[in-house]
């Protein structure tokens, strides 16, 4: 019994664990990094499709159509914004990412006829140029913001919280504030910027709702507002945020993605986006908004079948973050260079990790030249490759979108619903609210 126990490793102090106290222990720091969640978490895969077979028809795709318009910010702005797909791209700011990543982003986002957002920092002119519909984040630490930038959006989103930090601010490292970030954020050039938790003139909701209408009047109600938050208490939330008059609710899982900020936040606040956004749906159902207000949910979207199943859950639109890196080339061994493919496995060796592994988006040394203010790295990425890229992941999306709702029986992509999908874990569906596959059982109901 004593030899089968001396090789047997702990649970609660496995090598992970060891290894975590162990490097606290030798530094006094907490570790700080980018990307998402590492841990396993329930998500849409734990969900199927029934689709048509005798009981349902199901669409021909090569001769009936399936829409994928849809349109935000219905609420009170004139303008509301019509995109041709559903999928549209989270902010990430121009100093977490680099201004090549920033214009390609712009491109694929406007060749596909969608938007794409800011971030922390304010707007790049590639930015603006390259992007036919850009939303400009509102965030706590201001930075970058400026008025006049403001008013050539097409939306705005006033950010409360992050699914990868709800709670906390951003992070941009020193090694990443290059002299043009800086000037940006009016921040001395090559010291650690850690922005505002929570924005400065507000308290409490009554103060959204002031924050909400001076974004108005400075637009003179012409774009729809945007709040976004991360996801923790979705309902309260998702109500005070209707309440104070937002057009459009953002809730983004705990599966989000983030520049730089402690590892505890990234793995331990926060739920997931699969148990958000049936919270989100019922606080708009609950104020008899849903529809009017529209909701976008972010957090882990990765596939066609992912933004399926976010729409057929009540989501009006979806926003992907890490997974347009990661069509960029995020996590690739090599990089494009003059047409050539150049091995960069050195580069993340060097880092201490390797391609699939990698999550040093804070140091600003990325391999393929995406999380990076260092001008020899940045050139790696060549915005017309990447924005080649990421368009085609963009129609991918879009077209696994609407095979399945087509083989669903429906001609327009926002015509999914609940009553279309089953869980596959008894966690999932009570999460969902969904019966169990082969049940009309949800657990808690």
């Not at 609950?286 to 079948?305: H, K, P």
Request: net charge negative.
């Amino acid at each position: 019994m004593a030899d089968h126990i001396s090789g047997e490793e702990s649970y609660s102090y496995n090598r992970h664990a060891l290894e975590y106290i162990q490097h606290a222990a030798v530094h006094g720091l907490y570790d700080i990094r980018g990307l998402g969640a590492k841990r396993k978490l329930p998500t849409f895969d734990d969900l199927v499709f029934l689709t048509a077979s005798a009981s349902r028809y199901p669409l021909e795709g090569y001769r009936e159509k399936c829409i994928s318009k849809t349109v935000l910010g219905t609420r009170f702005a004139k303008k509301p914004i019509e995109l041709k797909t559903p999928v549209t791209i989270a902010g990430m700011s121009f100093g977490s990412l680099s201004a090549n990543t920033k214009e390609a982003i712009g491109r694929a986002a406007t060749e596909i006829g969608t938007s794409t957002t800011t971030g922390d920092g304010g707007m790049t002119p590639e930015e603006r140029q390259s992007s036919k519909t850009l939303v400009y984040q509102c965030l706590p630490s201001r930075y970058g913001f400026n008025p006049n930038d403001l008013r050539q959006a097409n939306a705005i989103e006033l950010v409360i919280g992050q699914g990868a930090k709800p709670g906390g601010g951003g992070m941009l490292l020193g090694q990443k504030v290059s002299e043009r970030v800086a000037g940006m954020r009016t921040l001395p050039q090559g010291i650690d910027q850690r922005s505002a938790c929570r924005h400065p003139d507000w308290t409490g909701p009554d103060d959204l709702t002031i924050k909400i209408n001076e974004l108005r009047e400075i637009t003179d109600w012409q774009i729809p507002i945007y709040v976004k938050m991360g996801a923790t208490r979705v309902r309260e939330d998702v109500k005070l945020a209707v309440k104070a008059g937002a057009d459009v609710v953002v809730i983004d899982g705990m599966q989000g993605g983030t520049a730089a900020t402690q590892q505890c936040f990234i793995e331990h606040a926060g739920i997931p986006t699969l148990a958000a956004l049936p919270l989100a749906v019922q606080a708009l159902e609950e104020m008899d908004v849903f529809g009017t207000v529209q909701l976008i949910i972010s957090g882990g979207i990765r596939s066609g079948a992912d933004v399926a199943k976010a729409l057929a859950l009540g989501a009006d639109a979806v926003a992907i973050g890490q997974a347009v890196l990661m069509a960029l080339g995020c996590n690739s061994p090599s990089y494009c260079h003059e047409g050539e493919r150049i091995d960069a496995t050195e580069d993340y060796e060097n880092l201490g990790t390797a391609p699939g592994y990698c999550h040093h988006c804070h140091t600003g040394r990325c391999p393929v030249g995406i999380t990076t203010q260092i001008p020899e790295l940045e050139a790696r990425m060549t915005p017309d490759w990447g924005a080649r890229r990421l368009k085609n992941y963009l129609q991918v999306l879009t077209m696994e979108l609407t095979t399945l709702a087509r083989a669903c029986g429906k001609s327009n992509v926002h015509h999914l619903e609940r009553e279309d999908l089953v869980a596959l874990t008894i966690e999932a569906a009570a999460m969902a609210k969904v019966p169990l596959a082969g049940t009309n059982w949800i657990p808690g109901q």
